[in-house]
């Protein structure tokens, strides 16, 4: 990373050019280690500034700091790029930085499903060439410049993850990614308290597709909520998938759990192994089967690529916790993902019985109680033998089961993830099989834990 770029790109000045290479760029002094820029930003509860220090002890080459703060004795005389808003200048360096990459960058956002269709996608690009992904869910206005920053030079493909919460917060994300190309996921109700309608959500994500030059492409699914609106912020050619139209570019076929057979054109059939359950999932590895293919890459290479694919933790994740089977789906929830979890479930055959753990789905505003019921109404009279609730919001998700036919008397409400950690172990039998599935916000983990003691 040429540092002689960093003063031109951000407005910012060194105090004296670092002489050490830069090898890596963080927020977090706990991640700093030998060769880092660290970025001193200002949160809500920390300054950044306080810990500067503590980074070049950590063997930091150098940090970007706000113009006129004074630094401690330890630090007067170490590179310092002094900025007017050092989270301003993170931006402008991943912008900055992206602009330098030779390889390709890929766009991935949605409401849901967006970290399992980056890594499907990052998978596949991988049989043909060096690839970097967005870390976790490194998607916000720290975590994607960072993860934009850590793209090695050389890499042929970066596969990078937009996520937002509020009106407005696609913006620079989009300004700073700039991809070659991009795919959505799917578009729901999550953080539909900030934006009023699934229309206002597509209009959101739909600024980084229009961020994708005319030579460039758009993969979306036909069966997307609010495709309309996606599409039509394309000035790109638009690449159509589906699971139940045989007219778009790329046809799939669920054959089985985490099997589907994709078609196009005139080319051979091509089974893609996932191990995913659920039809939200054969819908990503779809799109990401996509993605790989218009970008170059050729059915062998994507197929040999996506034998190192690896689920993310709590998305669909089966693991032995006691004397039962869990499925920890627990990583985040809105209507669209609960309702797929619990009719995937629904249709999976497991060990033993089938025991459902829900939790609130969070920043749905003032329609939280109804979403809730409308899920539990839709898709909560499943063929389980328990379906418990945590949270005040959940209540109505039983409300909602219970008036399509679940019997009241096999349900279970707690009002906190605690008193379900504490409860809900007694409650289960040998051999059950667990679904846990809520809102990041809801711990719901936790219970995983209390079943591990």
């Known amino acids: 990373m040429n540092v002689r770029n960093f003063e031109a790109w951000t407005g910012g000045t060194w105090t004296l050019p670092p002489t050490f290479p830069i090898t890596k760029v963080t927020q977090d002094s706990r991640q700093v280690s030998l060769g880092a820029l660290y970025v001193a930003l200002k949160g809500e509860h920390h300054d950044g500034h306080d810990f500067v220090s503590a980074a070049f002890r950590s063997g930091a080459t150098a940090a970007v700091v706000r113009r006129g703060w ?24 991943a912008k900055g930085y992206r602009a330098t990459l030779k390889g390709r960058v890929l766009g991935i956002t949605g409401s849901a499903g967006k970290t399992t269709l980056k890594e499907l996608t990052a998978a596949m690009c991988s049989g043909a060439g060096q690839t970097a992904a967005t870390p976790g869910n490194y998607n916000n206005e720290v975590g994607l410049p960072l993860s934009l920053l850590s793209v090695p030079e050389a890499a042929a ?21 700039r991809p070659d190309a991009a795919a959505v996921a799917c578009i729901g109700p999550a953080h539909i308290e900030y934006f009023g309608s699934e229309q206002a959500i597509a209009a959101e994500k739909a600024k980084l597709l229009a ?32 699971l139940k139209d045989e007219r778009a570019d790329w046809y799939g076929e669920p054959l089985a759990k985490g099997v589907i057979r994709v078609r196009h054109a005139e080319e051979p059939a091509v089974l893609l192994e996932t191990g995913l359950a659920g039809e ?48 920890n789906d627990a990583y985040n929830a809105n209507p669209l993902s609960m309702r797929a979890a619990l009719e995937t479930f629904a249709g999976t055959e497991v060990p033993g019985e089938k025991v459902v753990c829900v939790g609130d789905m969070l920043e749905l505003g003032d329609a939280a109680d109804a979403r809730h019921r409308a899920v539990g109404e839709a898709s909560g009279n499943g063929p389980w033998r328990l379906l418990a609730a945590v949270g005040p919001a959940s209540r109505a998700l039983l409300e909602g089961a219970i008036r399509a036919g679940y019997p009241a008397s096999q349900t279970v409400w707690f009002a906190t993830t605690a008193e379900a950690a504490e409860a809900l172990p007694l409650l289960l039998q040998p051999g059950d099989t667990l679904l846990l599935k809520a809102s990041r916000g809801m711990r719901l983990e936790q219970i995983l834990d209390a079943l591990r003691v």
């Open 211 to 242: 961020t994708v030059p005319p030579e460039g492409y758009a993969v979306l699914p036909l069966e997307c909520a609010e495709y309309t609106t996606l599409a039509a912020a394309c000035a790109c050619r638009i690449v159509t998938c589906s």
């Open 157 to 177: 493909f970066a596969v990078i993850e937009a996520g937002i919460s509020h009106p407005g917060d696609m913006d620079p994300l989009a300004d700073a990614m």
């Open 280 to 327: 939200h999932n054969a819908s990503n590895a779809l799109v990401a089967y996509a993605l790989a293919r218009e970008s170059g890459i050729s059915a062998a290479e994507a197929l040999a690529g996506l034998k190192r694919f690896k689920p993310p933790a709590m998305r669909w994740e089966t693991v032995r916790a006691g004397y039962l089977t869990a499925i």
């Open 70 to 93: 004074q630094p401690p004795a330890d630090v007067a005389g170490l590179p310092l790029l002094c900025v007017e808003d050092p989270a301003q200048a993170l931006q402008a360096l």
